[in-house]
């Protein structure tokens, strides 16, 4: 789409100051962690999130991250790792060991290492309607497996392209956080093609087509010191080798947005351009979910962007859990005008809503 198109469009419409234009599912929450069994005795699931989402056998999938921890000990904070062999090793540490902090609940650091509190792992549950989800029988789940994912795999966006899906998904370790590639077909087998985005990396969506003959992708890349956690998009020939990485959209001072920024879905292809649907965070860790408008043929091209959430934490299940104030997506399903959301709330339940795709273009073009 050209700009001049957005312009006209743009003077077509009249501006409207919206917060928050989601429709959630009254059956909300859909998943909890009591409706899943830990992976193995010893556990608990003390989290669900951040689905990916995706049809097949003309069902709806969900990938679920699936965050669990050790039953703890009085007195002790037990975390969970994968050892080099692949298996899970419990670690204690005493609460009062005055070189353990302990003060936030996702991360506790001992003499200057961090650790997760829960080890996570992606989970199939698939439903009919969209709305009431079961685990199936013969699809297993897919858990960390090498050096790279010893503090487990998380946040998993699938894309489909040409019947092949493509998992990319976050590979947490003391080695730092980077983003890895899983590829299937029938969701039994899996083809590991490794880490495609090194550390501080992760956030990574993949277009659902080529464009002028590339792939294209959305990632996020930290820096401590200079620069901030924005969405950059980069361009590969085979989906394992990118390049020319551009910076797409940055953090905004006193906005909703302020602290961090990154990708959700693949973005859906509209008349008006590529759709993302992105969440944002200030410095408080309230997260919501916005909007960004990128060019048909040049995706690096913002055309507009949210000023505004659509979509921020006002219900009950969304406000409080085991990491409050938190909406966050990582998948959906298009059908016409309505996208199909599913999100983490709370870092904790899974739930929906619906937008409207022509309502998310009317909030971008009246900025």
């Known amino acids: 789409m050209q700009s001049s198109a957005l312009s006209f469009a743009a003077q077509t419409m009249k501006p409207a100051l919206v917060t928050d ?15 899943l069994k830990p992976s193995r005795d010893g556990m608990v699931i003390e989290c669900l999130l951040n689905p990916g989402v995706f049809r097949f056998n003309n069902m709806t999938w ?12 009085a007195g002790h904070i037990s975390i969970p790792i994968y050892n080099e062999d692949g298996e899970i090793e419990i670690l ?4 009062d060991d005055p070189d353990l902090d ?3 609940p996702r991360v506790v650091c001992y003499r200057g290492k961090d650790y997760l509190t829960t080890l996570s792992h ?7 309607d969209g709305k009431v989800f079961q685990q199936p029988e013969h699809y297993h789940p897919i858990f960390g497996k090498d050096k790279l994912e010893t503090y487990g795999i998380e946040d998993c966006r699938v894309t489909e392209i040409d019947g092949l899906f493509n998992l990319t998904y976050t590979m947490v370790s003391a ?3 980077g983003v890895g590639l899983i ?3 029938d969701w039994k087998s899996y ?3 490794g880490m495609i985005f090194p550390p501080h990396n992760k956030d990574c969506a993949i277009f659902e087509e080529k464009i002028n003959e590339k792939y294209y992708a959305l990632h996020r890349p930290s820096s401590p010191q200079l620069g901030g956690n924005y969405i950059w998009l980069s361009e590969s020939p085979d989906l394992i080798h990118w390049g020319n990485h551009k910076c797409i959209a940055t953090t905004r001072k006193n906005t909703w947005d302020s602290a961090r920024v990154g990708a959700g879905a693949a973005p859906i292809k509209t008349s008006e351009g590529w759709l993302e649907i992105y969440h944002g965070a200030d410095a408080n860790h309230r997260y919501c979910l916005g909007a960004l408008l990128l060019d048909l043929n040049d995706p690096s091209k913002v055309l507009a962007r949210s000023e505004f959430p659509l979509m921020e934490p006002t219900e009950e299940y969304e406000l409080t859990g085991f990491f409050g104030n938190v909406i966050f997506t990582n998948g959906h399903l298009v059908n016409d005008d309505t996208i199909h959301l599913y999100y983490g709330a709370s870092d904790e339940v899974i739930c929906g809503a619906e937008l409207s795709i022509q309502s998310i273009l009317q909030t971008l073009l009246a900025n």
């Open 62 to 73: 969900l990938l679920l991250r699936v965050a669990e921890r050790p039953v703890q000990q």
């Open 175 to 177: 080695l730092g956080v």
């Open 102 to 104: 302990g003060s936030d």
């Open 183 to 185: 590829q299937t077909k």
């Open 21 to 35: 234009i989601a429709k959630r599912f009254k059956q909300n929450p859909l998943l909890k962690p009591a409706d």
């Open 92 to 95: 204690h540490f005493k609460k």
């Open 122 to 128: 992606l989970r199939l549950v698939c439903s009919a």
């Open 191 to 193: 083809d590991r093609r």
